[in-house]
């Protein structure tokens, strides 16, 4: 059974739960209308639920990001399987983030810095079209390829899965903007709608849960993305209640930051449609705004408690790899802002846990790895050839051993030669104008005091330079803008200005 919330929580779990058995079998003759396994995959090929999240930082309960995250159906997947303590995404934006994680390819190597439209993907540039993407790999190779929610930007390239359980979108909103009305941002928070059954998540859930219900008699990979944490923050106020406002703590905040970030590491990163810490201070809004960002993770979290119930509960249950992730992390007032869009470890770290079925519970990996891994992981996990395209690598020696040594650090970008590395211990950003940041994460949590022009630490410069990636492509035709600081660079690059809003 899915986790019950504590104390108060309690009652809501269960209303909760009730609405799984009352869910309508759908589409009973779906899997007869499949073909039969190939016979290079064998029957007892293990299936894949792939559960993406958006927006979604280190405020859950396994990773203790904020003391009052309250997440027990991640926090219960992440104590069957192996924790990432120090996972990346490649890119701090959903499209490009996750145009990376599904070709196995770097932002860096295709020029998707920014949103893609998901059906011109295939056709950026010679190396996205020289591989399949990942659901794609799987279903050349037998696996019934079946997906809903966000997955890719949007959904996923039209005609790629065999299955699809659409969009869903980004939820219903009130005629009027509640507490944040800006062009070009979905930002506002509060609760809203009145009830879960209006949300697109929760669509998403309930047609995951059907899949799982439904026999499949080829192994399957279920791709399930969910839009909650992402803005707008609005889930029912159930999900505010369970998150009092005194208990929402704002995150550490130095108000001069910014004296030792290079021009050029601000002016990417501004997002002059969102709003400021300095702004939320003056207001008093900054409770408002932690408390519906931890309402909406807790309403996420209960979502994939439905599908990981359904899972559970299947015949495919004890055969299935899982793998959740968050497209990229979110700054909630730290460094002056409450946006991604940014190469600062609060927009760049992920949630990930991967649980294979013989695999070992209750283990934490504080290697770093990145999301550009996951592709060649679960080929790996399979048991399905490895895809030469692929440039990330596989996890499965630290599934496996979750200490062993691993000299491979992360490597995020963020708009055309603008890079991160990130090792155990730092954090180096290197600008396209040579400007630089050096963080040393572990005297230096918050990532305040910028050591990069100091000699001392010159040899570690030296070291995690080795990282940077060696081509930088050109930005790739029909790529959205990325906010003013990027589009400006992207102006100065190529001379194009007219690019589409950044979302
Ligand atoms: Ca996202
Ligand atoms: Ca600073």
């Not at 986790?3 to 799984?20: C, E, F, G, R």
Request: with cysteine.
């Amino acid at each position: 059974m899915k986790t019950p919330y504590p104390k108060w929580h309690h009652a809501i779990a269960i209303v909760a739960a009730s609405t799984l058995f009352s869910l309508p079998v759908l589409a009973e003759s779906v899997a007869a209308k499949v073909p039969k396994a190939r016979p290079d995959i064998g029957a007892a090929a293990p299936n894949v639920l792939f559960i993406a999240v958006d927006d979604l930082n280190d405020w859950v309960g396994f990773l203790k990001g904020h003391p009052d995250a309250l997440t027990p159906n991640m926090d219960r997947l992440a104590t069957r399987g192996t924790v990432f303590r120090n996972a990346q995404c490649t890119a701090p934006l959903c499209g490009p983030s996750r145009a990376s994680l599904m070709t196995g390819l770097r932002p860096s190597t295709t020029g998707i810095y920014t949103h893609p439209e998901d059906n011109k993907i295939r056709d950026t540039c010679d190396a996205t079209r020289a591989t399949p993407f990942l659901h794609e790999y799987f279903g050349q190779r037998g696996y019934e390829t079946l997906a809903v929610g966000k997955i890719f930007h949007h959904h996923v390239p039209t005609g790629t899965v065999d299955q699809s359980g659409g969009r869903g979108g980004w939820g219903p909103t009130p005629e009027k903007k509640l507490n944040w009305d800006s062009k070009g941002t979905l930002t506002d928070w509060g609760a809203y709608p009145d009830t879960d059954d209006k949300m697109p998540d929760y669509e998403a859930a309930t047609w995951a849960v059907n899949q799982l219900q439904q026999p499949h008699d080829k192994p399957f990979l279920l791709m399930v993305g969910f839009i909650r944490p992402h803005v707008p923050w609005l889930v029912p106020q159930k999900w505010f209640d369970l998150h009092p406002r005194s208990r929402a703590t704002p995150p550490p905040y130095l108000t001069n930051d910014f004296d030792d970030v290079p021009e050029m590491a601000r002016r990417i990163s501004e997002m002059p449609m969102m709003p400021t810490t300095e702004w939320a201070i003056a207001k008093d809004k900054w409770r408002d705004i932690v408390q519906a960002y931890l309402a909406c993770v807790t309403f996420a979290d209960d979502q994939i408690g439905r599908v990981l119930d359904a899972l559970d509960a299947s015949p495919a249950g004890k055969n299935t790899i899982i793998v959740l992730w968050g497209d990229h992390g979110y700054h909630l007032g730290e460094k002056n802002r409450f946006a991604k869009h940014a190469l600062w470890e609060r927009a760049t770290r992920v949630p990930l846990v991967i649980v294979t079925p013989s695999g070992q519970g209750g283990q934490v990996c504080h290697q770093p790895v990145s999301l550009l891994d996951l592709y060649p992981t679960l080929l790996e996990l399979a048991g399905l050839p490895p895809n030469p395209a692929n440039e990330g690598r596989s996890l499965k020696p630290l599934l496996e051993n979750p200490d062993r040594e691993w000299p491979y650090p992360a490597v995020i970008t963020w708009g055309r030669n603008n890079h991160a590395v990130r090792d155990t211990r730092y954090h180096y950003m290197h600008f396209n104008d040579g400007s630089e940041e050096l963080y040393d994460l572990v005297n230096d949590p918050n990532e305040w005091r910028n050591l990069a022009k100091d000699e001392e630490y010159a040899s570690v410069k030296v070291r995690l330079q080795q990282s940077l990636p060696k081509i930088n492509a050109p930005w790739a035709p029909n790529t959205a803008g990325g906010g003013p600081g990027l589009d400006e660079q992207r102006k100065r690059e190529e001379g194009n200005t007219n690019l589409r809003p950044a979302h």
